[in-house]
Nanobody, 125 residues
Framework: QVQLVESGGGLVQAGGSLRLSCAAS????????MGWFRQAPGKEREFVAA????????YYADSAKGRFTISRDNAKNTVYLQMNRLNPEDTAIYYC??????????????????WGQGTQVTVSS
């Protein structure tokens, strides 16, 4: 059974930084791409960033480019999202997701086969 556990969320002032972590278990972590998504109140869940199996390729939503960095440590079965220059529009629940397929990189919610429980990020102005 694949399990994803996010941590690192919290309350931060605009302009600040947070680093989210997602610890995975239940299968060989390095065989699957990983992604981060977020859902703000009243909005649909949206893609933020993704990383391929080796960590050599990364993908970002326009809103994340230049501010967020996704990375992974396959030895620790963990994927990270470093978020800098946060603004109130980044306030959301952030979810870690991964795929059921070796091939797919999760850049859409349809590509995600497993979700974590989410971690709240609140950015105050």
């Amino acid at each position: 059974q694949v399990q994803l556990v996010e941590s690192g969320g919290g309350l931060v002032q605009a302009g600040g930084s947070l680093r989210l972590s997602c610890a995975a278990s239940g299968r060989t972590f390095s065989n699957y791409a990983m992604g981060w998504f977020r859902q703000a109140p009243g909005k649909e869940r949206e893609f933020v960033a993704a990383i391929n199996r080796s960590g050599g390729s990364t993908y970002y939503a326009d809103s994340a480019k230049g501010r967020f960095t996704i990375s992974r440590d396959n030895a620790k079965n963990t994927v990270y999202l470093q978020m800098n220059r946060l603004n109130p529009e980044d306030t959301a629940i952030y979810y870690c997701g991964t795929t059921r397929s070796f091939i797919v990189v999760p850049t859409t919610t349809q590509g995600v086969g497993y979700w974590g429980q989410g971690t709240q990020v609140t950015v105050s102005s």
